[in-house]
């Protein structure tokens, strides 16, 4: 589905950021190398952590990449156990113009295909089908009603409480609740702890979106090759106290002249990271204030494809949130007889507690809804849980009521040139994104760099 679209519609005319070519990484001229002695530890090997890493390690720098997962990659996860790329994270380049992972995925040998918002069908309970016109004039005054909310509400009132005291019935219906899901609830997080006013902050790329179809993780290793990237080292210290740096990982203590911080927001609010001196007031009231939002994905698998030869199947259960669409993996890698469905908010953390076989019972009740009951249960499920992933806490930030722009710069700022902090958390701009991810790691690697001038 296109990221952000309401955004997009209300910011045509404006034109739109491009990202600079020098943000993307390339080998350094030889003139460009320093000489340093300098050491960084970078903390977790997501696309924050790695393009900081390849940034300065080609700079000169000697760069330790500390990771408490065996791989690269963080969110953007790809497993391949069914012999097709089931991406447990970021899936899409939202918007390919100007984005620095367009570049990154031609590098890296990732591949990408189109996925077309118009290739779509609708179905109600029963299986009913809607018209193409009734699925889109309810579209058109969904994007009408976005983009004049954020007028509406105020500091303390959340997303859904605007829209459901201005719309109680659009509340109430099927089709409404699936567009909000789908479309708000699954770009920023939970409506009931949404803001009012900031509901439809970041900036987007223009142009297409494209899914990847070999997995986004082909991006995460390109960027690792050629770095000192050390696994299964869950840190659990950062003491700042003295000039060098003690940075604790599995009770060893490593010591640098810098670290860069990339772990994801849930994992700043759990406190799992103990930093020493505290960390200032200001960040950790910016950690508090962000919210960070669930999303679980599910692959289905079958022997044959019963489905139609479309992008987008969706159905508007009652429940909001609840495998609400099937992205038909088919559709962009012919081999794959593959749907991909979602849950999001509380809905996705309640996932967590079920069974594979009570969760395939619930998205197949809305596919027999939809093809019938004959139809055969899948051959293999795939599924996350990003909730209770101790790698993350969550699935991405999002401006919950109490969020000002200002806390995503405060969660940038670095504390005495020493303690530098990356993540797609920290990008103004574009944050909960990989793109935010990837450039949030070069501004900081920049940083650095600037402090040996
Ligand atoms: C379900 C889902 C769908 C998404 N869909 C899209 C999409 O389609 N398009 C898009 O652009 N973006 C998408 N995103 C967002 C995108 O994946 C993230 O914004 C981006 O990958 C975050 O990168 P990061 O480097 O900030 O964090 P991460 O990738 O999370 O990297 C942080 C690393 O730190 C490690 N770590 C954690 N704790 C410690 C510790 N104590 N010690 C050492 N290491 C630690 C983690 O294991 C991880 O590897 C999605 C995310 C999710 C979860």
Redesign the pocket.
Known sequence: MQ?RKFIKNSLSGIPILLTAPTLLTSACQQSDVITTDKTVIV????????SAAKKLHEKGFKVTV????DK?????RTNRSLGIAFD???????GIDGNP?TTLAQQAGMTAAFTDDESIKSYDIGGVLRTPNAYATAEDEFYTILNSLNKKGNATQSFESVFNNLYPTKANDRLWKFLLSAYVTFDTGDLDKLSSLLYNEGEEYSGIEKIATNGYDTIAQFLAKDLSIVFN????KVDYTNKKIKIT?NGTVTEADYVIV???LG?LKAN??LFIPTLPPIKQNAIQKIGMSC???FLLTWNTAFWEDIQYITYTPEIKDKFNYFVNLKKVNPVANALMTFAYANYARQTETMTDAQVIDEIMSHLKDIYGSKIPNPTNMLR?K?QSNE??FG??SYTAVGTEMQHFDDLAKEIDNKVFF????TEIDYF??????YL??IREADKIIELQR
Request: net charge positive.
């Open positions: 990221r903390v977790g090997a997501g696309l924050s952590g790695l500390l990771e408490s997962q690269v990659g963080g969110r953007t447990e994270g970021a899936s899409w380049i939202h992972i080292q869950r840190v659990s990982h990339t772990v994801p994992i799992a990271i999303i679980n994905k996350t990003w790698n993350a699935a991405y990356a993540g797609e958390h909960s994104t990989a793109h935010g991810a949030s790691g």
